[in-house]
């Protein structure tokens, strides 16, 4: 289909894109949300559909001050997958010492198949063993990248000419940016402003329940 063999995308930029969720995955958010997170695209799609007829400028302060202060916390959690055919969503959020990894993809092939064997899902864990892993996983990476660039500067290259001190400093400076993400893991900080997400998914469900009675009638 023209699509490359191999998956182009560096592990590092992968890295880059989960790491950097971790200073939003520490905040720990309510027990209500967190019961409604694999479901809260969903419905906030719903709810944006209900709105997709109005006028431009009624649409326009509706996804201003109601649908993206809604979903802004959840996208904060969550990167895609665009590497990848058709990839997952993927989202994070945290509840205490409780967690939920979740991912959906909703794309489907000619006839109707899902492209992943596991289009969606939920999984759940402790904060602290995701924390755990976090780090094994990190350290292993660094470790192995630590192997990779000392073998790039005793390799006799040739021809090819490689920026030998700008890999070392670039190096350096990748394991200061993760090492950072990690410690942003162990703050408890308190940043959202819970009581407007609260007050965003009461009018959602009100609009959705308005729906449900319009498409009954």
């Known amino acids: 289909h023209g699509c490359p063999q191999y998956n182009d995308y560096q592990v590092a930029r992968f890295v880059e894109d989960f790491t950097s969720k971790f200073k939003y995955v520490s905040e720990s958010v309510p027990e209500w949300l967190f019961e409604k997170a694999e479901h809260i695209r969903q419905e906030a799609y719903e709810w944006k559909q209900y709105h997709i007829d109005d006028p431009d400028d009624v649409f326009d302060v509706f ?39 979740m991912w959906d993809s909703d794309c489907t092939t000619e006839l109707g198949c899902s ?25 292993n990476f660094i470790e192995a990248m630590d192997r990779q660039v000392e073998a790039a500067l005793i390799k006799d290259w040739g021809d090819i000419s490689v920026d030998k001190k700008g890999l070392v400093n670039n190096h350096a400076e990748n394991k200061i940016r993760y ?39």
């Open 179 to 217: 090492y950072d993400a990690l410690s942003c893991l162990m703050n408890d900080k308190k940043s959202e402003d819970w009581s407007v997400i609260s007050d965003k998914y009461e009018k959602i469900e009100e609009n959705i329940r308005t729906i449900i009675v319009d498409t009954d009638k």
């Open 63 to 101: 996804y201003d001050n109601e649908f993206s202060k809604l979903i802004e916390w959840h996208q904060k959690r969550s990167f895609d997958t665009l590497h990848l055919v058709d990839g997952p969503y993927i989202s994070i959020v945290r509840c205490g010492d409780h967690l939920k990894l």
């Open 115 to 139: 492209v992943w064997t596991a289009p969606n899902g939920l999984y759940e864990m402790k904060y602290c063993d995701f924390v755990s892993a976090a780090t094994e996983f990190l350290n």
